[in-house]
């Protein structure tokens, strides 16, 4: 930007090559969008966080309207301010000039730059944006992909609720109103989709149930078990249940919640692109590349999701239990977390149907909860289990589970029959792994997972900031980035090692952070 000796400010020949590439871009990529209307187009383009918006925006307002000052101005500051005397100029000239489309970037103006609407004097704006939102998506083609039809209006009923929910469900950041938008749009529809899904689950669940009751009937004369009659290929039958031992009353009570999984072939999840999971690992963990290739090439060829056992040593704090969250995560399967501090050899391994604390194994709850047949299991410090033999080792249990053999055929003494448990994953940390016993050293694949240092900050911190607002039930596109100075006073205070450490820092500059935005 330059100014004129009227301090009129203009587009330089830089600004018009950058407006003209980002037309060009938006015309060239843009593909899905194009059918939308303009305003809801702009309206995703700005809930996404696309940087290049503005140019855009002021490509086609330099089309309609070239060398508008007032555009220019806008560019090099886009806020609340200049966008509104932007959208004012753009209006008087509809008017005036007779250009009806005038009117409708100056709403797409105001959409990409107002902020949540705690301003009264800014209300009317909001509520103009609103309007032609709601009518742009009461005029969208019926043949939009459902994807960005379904976003575009979560981001114009979100933006039509902010007036009302600005204060209570964002009163901690300053936050474009297109970002809060679409996040509280998300959430407006949030049980109407469980809803579906859950009708959907139960909706499989009978088909599955009759399905077994058919193949059951084909054959009456065979007491089937898991191994005589196999599922078929991805999915497996956990365990079977006569019906005559499931009315039996004590049995009834510890099969309550495992309805959906018993006498069901149960889905395997099927194995994701690995090299997804390894980009998205790295991008999490970028100091831990050849723990992430050691335990990925051990899926390589697999038709679903099964890991050897794996144990995972390394110093407190250096993100081992993270990262086998993450990574049971990226490969699509349910984590089921035991502390192995306060598990027994007996509860892990079921307690027998005479006692009135009969449970079935954690392997199979982990099941019954997923719903699907192969979950990872993770067995948090195994070095710190109890070594007394009271109520059984947890070091003991464990040896059937781990190998597919005794694993496939797994004698379940609250259920009393065996069950098909091969497809589980297991996956253990340990600060040392010198205390552990060596029959139980010999069935994990071990690694020594390392401590990210001072040049991994970068990384980390989205992760780390993303944990955070996660257990504060907060959306991460509602916080305003960390500003540099913010980055710089973190990095002052981790010089690598603990992530833990690094969260605790963390949360101190976020409250500040915080505070500094509910002032301003």
Not at 294 to 313: E, I, M
């Amino acid at each position: 930007m330059m100014t004129d000796d009227t301090d009129e400010i203009t587009f330089t020949d830089f600004d018009l090559d950058l407006i003209e590439g980002a037309a060009e871009d938006s015309a060239s990529s843009d593909d899905e969008l194009a059918k939308l209307p303009r305003i809801l187009r702009y309206g995703l383009l700005a809930s996404r966080g696309v940087n290049s918006v503005y140019q855009r925006l002021a490509a086609d307002i330099e089309e309609s309207c070239p060398g508008l000052p007032l555009a220019a101005a806008w560019l090099d500051m886009p806020n609340a301010d200049t966008g509104s005397r932007l959208a004012a100029e753009l209006d008087h000239r509809s008017v005036v000039e007779d250009k009806s489309e005038l009117r409708g970037l100056a709403d797409c103006i105001r959409l990409t730059s107002l902020m949540l609407p705690r301003d009264k004097a800014l209300i009317e704006d909001h509520r103009r944006v609103a309007r032609a939102l709601l009518a742009a998506l009461r005029k969208l083609d019926h043949d939009s992909p459902l994807r960005l039809a379904a976003e575009a209006e979560a981001v114009t009923y979100g933006w039509a609720a902010l007036p009302v929910c600005a204060n209570d469900v964002t009163r901690t950041f300053q936050t474009p109103a297109a970002t809060a938008a679409a996040a509280l749009g998300a959430q407006m529809a949030k049980y109407r989709i469980e809803d579906v899904t859950a009708k959907l689950m139960a909706h499989a669940a009978r088909e599955r149930v009759e399905r077994t009751k058919s193949d059951r009937a084909v054959a009456p004369e065979k007491d089937a078990r898991a191994d005589d009659a196999p599922a078929p290929n991805g999915q497996v039958v956990v365990a079977q249940i006569d019906s005559a031992e499931v009315s039996r009353h004590k049995l009834k009570d510890i099969m309550a919640p495992l309805s959906k999984v018993i006498n069901i072939a149960l889905p395997l999840v099927a194995m994701p692109p690995l090299s997804e999971v390894r980009r998205a690992l790295l991008a999490e963990f970028p100091y831990a590349a050849l723990v992430v290739d050691f335990v990925l090439a051990d899926l390589v060829g697999r038709p679903t999701v099964r890991l050897n056992p794996l144990l995972l040593s390394g110093e407190p704090g250096s993100g081992k239990t993270r990262f086998a969250e993450r990574m049971f995560h990226h490969l699509g399967v349910s984590c089921w977390r035991t502390d192995a501090t306060a598990a027994d050899g007996s509860a892990f391994g079921g307690t027998d149907r005479r006692w009135s604390t009969a449970q079935v194994c954690h392997p199979m709850l982990a099941i019954a909860r997923a719903g699907h047949g192969n979950p990872g299991i993770l067995i948090d410090e195994i070095d710190k289990a109890a070594i007394g033999r009271d109520y059984g080792r947890l070091f003991d249990r464990l040896l059937a589970f781990l190998e597919s053999e005794t694993a496939r055929q797994y004698p379940d003494p609250a259920l009393q029959t065996t069950l098909d448990l091969r497809h589980v994953s297991y996956v253990a940390t340990a600060n040392h792994t010198h205390t552990l016993p060596s029959p139980l050293r010999d069935r994990f694949r071990q690694i020594e997972f390392p401590k990210p240092a001072a040049e991994d900050l970068e990384a980390l911190l989205p992760a780390v900031i993303a944990d955070i607002l996660r257990d504060r039930g907060l959306d991460r596109r509602w916080m305003i980035p960390f500003t540099t100075a913010e980055k710089q006073a973190i990095a002052r205070h981790w010089h690598g090692g603990s992530v833990r450490r690094l969260r605790r820092v963390v949360e101190v500059v976020m409250r500040e952070h915080d505070a500094w935005a509910a002032r301003n």
